[in-house]
């Protein structure tokens, strides 16, 4: 099956792997785009060396399309935006901001943009900016949240828009790729799938816990500071969404506790100082596998269910 998205990628599959912070490297982002997907090599706030290192070896370890994911409230986004112009990126996906001013020079470079959207206001924006396609992310994905659920938020952005609508948010299985293409979306974004394949490069207590999560281990912080965010239940995680509750950690201190956090996750698997990201889906997620039988097995499913051989 080709549509809009697998044309657009240029993949076999009309899936992206999501651009998780210190989590989407190129061991990560080559292993799903050799599988069929569209791996990312996530910006964050990354050193620009170390980034475009990053890219290098993906191009070592693959042929096949891949992208990098800009949060755009990094210090650094300008100079990473060039980045992908020099290295000749495929896509670029954005989040946390508006990459209107960047849309042009990438448009122009022929990198494929595909903003990550949390509304159907920012949505029709970035259509008119010139964007190839969006993401419509719902509430349910690990990380930073808007509030809109996927069930809701992707037929609103599906009827607003005349480019393709990519599903986020909650998708983990054939299941929910078959109810994205229900909802209009014609390809999906998955992130907390990944954190449990084979490739993923996170430190292991970070996996397991994934693993062993059930499905109200999750809760969401960061809301005084207007960054909501959703975290697997730690120590950690509650003692923060605790003290924002009762108003004893006032938003500069959060920040000032959570500094560094997530890459001591990632990096360490230190329960008692690190925000382990992660979506709501995580209940079901229950063993490691290689990213392709995760993406071939997603599709397999999904393809019995629409009557579509993927």
Known sequence: MTNRITELLGTKYPIIQGGMAWVA??????????????GLIAGGSAPIDYLRDQIRRCKELTDKPFGVNIMLMSPNA????????????????????NPGKFIPAWKEAGIK???????????????????????AEGTESGGHIGENTTMCLVPQVVDALEIPVIA????????????????????????????ASDECQI??????LVIDAKDTDNVV??????????????????????????GTLTPEKFEEITLG?????????????????????????????????????MFAQAGKLLNIDF
Do not use: W
């Open 113 to 135: 943009v595909i903003p990550v959207i949390p509304s159907v206001a920012l949505a029709k924006r970035m259509e008119r900016a010139g964007a190839d396609a969006v993401v």
């Open 25 to 38: 490297e190129s061991t990560l982002a080559s292993a799903v785009s050799n599988a069929g997907g569209l």
């Open 78 to 97: 300008e100079d990473l935006a060039q980045l992908c112009i020099d290295e000749r990126v495929n896509v670029v996906t954005t989040g946390a901001g």
């Open 261 to 297: 956090s997530l890459r001591k996750a990632v990096q360490d698997g230190n329960t008692d100082e690190g925000s382990f990201l992660c979506g709501l889906i995580a209940g079901m997620v229950n063993e490691v596998k290689p990213c392709s039988d995760i993406i071939n097995e």
């Open 168 to 195: 986020a948010g909650g998708i983990a299985d054939g299941r929910g790729i078959a109810a994205s293409f229900m909802l209009g979306a014609e390809g999906v974004q998955v992130g907390t799938r990944f954190l």
């Open 221 to 246: 912080t960061g809301r005084t500071t207007g960054h909501p965010c959703r975290n697997l239940k730690t120590k950690f995680s509650k003692m923060l969404a605790s003290g924002e509750k009762d």
């Open 203 to 208: 430190n292991p207590v970070y996996k397991q």
